[in-house]
């Protein structure tokens, strides 16, 4: 059974504060994880990935942090903006053809 | 570039009713996804089509789901007849290839009453 179990569900953070989303998987067959940002209303956008030969990533505020053996992956944004608050999904994608098994989201609001 | 293009936004139906929705990929992305997000939870992939060919639809209810990609370019997924927990925002993905980023339209929110 492939899944991806995220959490927390809900995040409330004070603007300038870090965000810190979890999410662990128990498939081995997966080559590629990105974290996607879901605005009401939009599909959602990929916002950072990573391959699990590396164990962290970063781009501007926001960072992968990437546990092979303990099969658990992170997303830290770094002093949080009103405008990050949104949905933010993990996926894993599996390695024979491409299907992305997505978390169940994480709602951050981030308060100025 | 233009973005993954979904149509109709919003659809509202009755139980034991047939809906349609179409999809339209960015151009030259060979791999087209039909996600559903019920609210609340993550996508779901519903069916892959690469080109014109179906690839995985292993969790589509094919007693009442449908879906096809009959020039290799746009796709229609269909719903006959739905149910209410068929509610849900149904999204459209396209890529590359399979092992490409993934772009995603807006959505085509179904409720059904």
């Known amino acids: 059974q492939q899944q991806v179990k995220q959490s927390p569900q809900s995040l409330i953070v004070q603007k300038g504060g870090i965000s810190i989303i979890n999410c662990a998987y128990e498939?081995?067959?997966?080559?590629?994880f990105p974290w996607y940002q879901q605005f009401p209303g939009k599909g959602p956008a990929l916002l950072i990935a990573?391959?699990?030969?590396?164990s962290e990533k970063k781009e501007g505020r926001f960072t992968i942090s990437f546990n092979k053996s303990a099969k658990q992956f992170s997303l830290h944004i770094m002093d949080s903006q009103p405008g990050d608050s949104a949905t933010y999904f993990c996926?894993?994608?599996?390695?024979?053809?491409?299907?992305?098994?997505f978390g169940q989201g994480t709602e951050l609001s981030v308060k100025p | 570039e233009a973005g993954v293009a979904q149509s109709p936004r919003y659809k509202i139906i009755e139980k034991r009713q047939s809906v349609a929705f179409w999809c339209n990929p960015i151009s030259g992305h060979a791999t087209l996804y039909w996600y559903q997000q019920i609210l609340g939870q993550g996508p779901k992939l519903l069916i892959q089509f690469q080109n014109n060919g179906v690839v995985d639809d292993s969790q589509l209810p094919k007693d009442r789901f449908s879906a096809e990609r009959l020039k290799g370019v746009d796709s229609t997924l269909k719903i006959q007849p739905a149910k209410l927990e068929d509610s849900a925002v149904y999204l459209c993905a396209s890529s590359l290839a399979p092992s490409n980023e993934q772009y995603f339209g807006p959505g085509t929110r179904l409720t059904v009453t």
């Open positions: 996926a894993a994608r599996d390695n024979q053809g491409g299907k992305l098994i």
């Open positions: 990573i391959r699990p030969d590396v």
């Open positions: 498939n081995t067959a997966f080559d590629y």
